[in-house]
């Protein structure tokens, strides 16, 4: 009656009960779910992400965890790790909620000079990475759909990626979890002292106009649910909405015991590609029309939690 | 320094200063701003939506206001209104929020057929009303840019719409904040008791499976913003944790001085095809690089409040 595994019931499996559904079944069989391809893969399709790529943002509700993208954001990878490590964000906060957006975090009195947080021995500009020349040497695996907004799209070095051959330009997605880097509208005044993550449809004509620093791979159910702000673009208007940011540490300067144990599937792994294909296709008593295709957003790259 | 008019800055006019900059002008002149082109548009050009296509769905932070498809699914949308001035979701409640994908509410004891709230006077199951045959007459505006998951994409009727010419059918997709009937595995189980509005990356896969029943014309922020739930596929692990829905009424059953003065821009009129190409090509000091392209699930269609 409440549909409870009905939306999105993929555990349910068709058993064919005549003749005639027998004949059919080869074609009718129900794609595997994730769980069931995530449960078959091999160690080996894992990666452990870098410790030094790795930032835990301590949020009242829990901890995100963000992957930095040096591959990608050489130079706001490295800013953000010593804004880090000098402790700029720790007592910072969500300063802004916009729904169907953003939520971006950094210092509520940034646009004060006098009262600003100083970025220590950060860069306060750094140039604009927005894409990088296409790494022949990446392992990008391209998605078989198109895409609105690029001539390719798939993935590569981990993130979901778009690129222009004729261009000889690729760059990271704004997808859902998508961690960019607010700026003036100079391109060169992002520092990474203050981000956002995409918490809606991908706003993807922020492609190439913003440098994607990283992306979430935990957490992501804290950020999107703040209250949205009362201001224009989503700002809080009463500083008492804010949520405080408690800490900001890199793994890597964490005791081993005090990481998080987690793996990231590779996304140039045969798993993938079968959660992919399984995500295109899906095939079960529920879904009895198969889209066929994929957006490059529509695709979560897994992580799992490791003993 | 905090970026608080950057990431979506687009106020800010480029006043070229030079002469070279001038000759320019024409290609760098910022494009207009969404804002700046309803200010400009004509009365004739907006709709009043009809009341007794708008369910007002009252939760503890605010009014939601959802209007109706007809057009689309005309009994789904006869049997809501049936169970709401029923009354049969008063007191019902937000069931489930998974992240990136929907909220849902309905019965929490909609699968206990004991404790199951009745449908009264509305059918428990119903046509699966998930594409229709494409209406000639209807005012399909098709955007240029093409889609991953449909031949063609556009807005008919006021919603956001995909179609496949070949098979002669459309269907509105499920982009942000469109409506859905949530059911069981069979495609005539759902009856418009428990709906879900779609809260992230457009899941594309669910057209032409579920029926888009509506879409909602405000309070979004409200049903993006709920913590999301602990069981599988979001649903609330704590009774506690759900969201009451204290009242649901149609506009058309409430005094003309109770109703929300609210009008819907025309997805066929000159000023939403502008929105659409300044959104499109978006040109500013911040912009420097317009994506020249747009997915349909990018595009919200403006509603204003009149006096």
Same mark, same amino acid.
């Given at each position: 009656?409440?549909? /409870? ?23 009718? /069989? ?152 607010? /700026? ?23 492609? /190439? ?99």
């Amino acid at each position: 009656m409440l549909r /409870r595994h009905g939306l999105v019931a993929a555990l349910v499996l068709a058993l064919p009960l005549c003749g005639a559904a027998l004949a059919d079944a080869p074609k009718a /069989r129900p794609s595997p779910t994730a769980k069931e391809l995530l449960a078959k893969s091999s160690p080996g399709e894992w990666r452990t992400p870098d410790p030094a790529n790795l930032v835990y943002m301590q949020l009242p509700q829990g901890r995100v965890v963000i992957e930095l993208a040096p591959a990608w954001t050489p130079e706001h990878a490295a800013n953000i790790r010593t804004l880090v490590r000098e402790h700029y964000f720790d007592g910072l906060s969500v300063i802004r909620v916009q729904d169907n957006f953003v939520t971006q975090w950094g210092d509520p009195d940034g646009d004060d000079k006098a009262r600003a947080r100083k970025l220590g021995t950060a860069k306060e500009t750094l140039p604009p990475e927005f894409t990088r020349k296409i790494d022949a040497k990446s392992t990008f695996t391209r998605l078989p759909d198109g895409d609105v907004y690029a001539p390719e799209v798939g993935f590569a070095d981990g993130f979901a990626v778009a690129r222009d051959p004729k261009a000889g330009n690729e760059w990271p997605a704004h997808c859902y979890g998508a961690v960019g880097v607010a /700026r003036d509208v100079g391109a060169e005044t992002g520092s990474g002292s203050s981000l956002y993550a995409i918490i809606g449809q991908a706003p993807r004509n922020l492609d /190439r106009n913003l440098a994607v620093a990283g992306h979430v791979l935990e957490g992501m159910q804290y950020l999107s649910a703040y209250p949205r702000g009362g201001e224009p673009m989503g700002f809080y208007d009463k500083p008492a909405d804010r949520v405080t940011i408690s800490k900001v540490v890199l793994a890597a300067d964490l005791p081993a015991a005090e990481r998080e144990k987690i793996e990231v599937l590779k996304t140039d792994s045969k798993t993938f590609a079968a959660i992919v294909e399984a995500k295109r296709n899906r095939r079960d008593d529920f879904y009895t029309l198969p889209a066929g295709k994929i957006d490059v957003c529509n695709i979560s790259v897994p992580v799992r939690q490791v003993k």
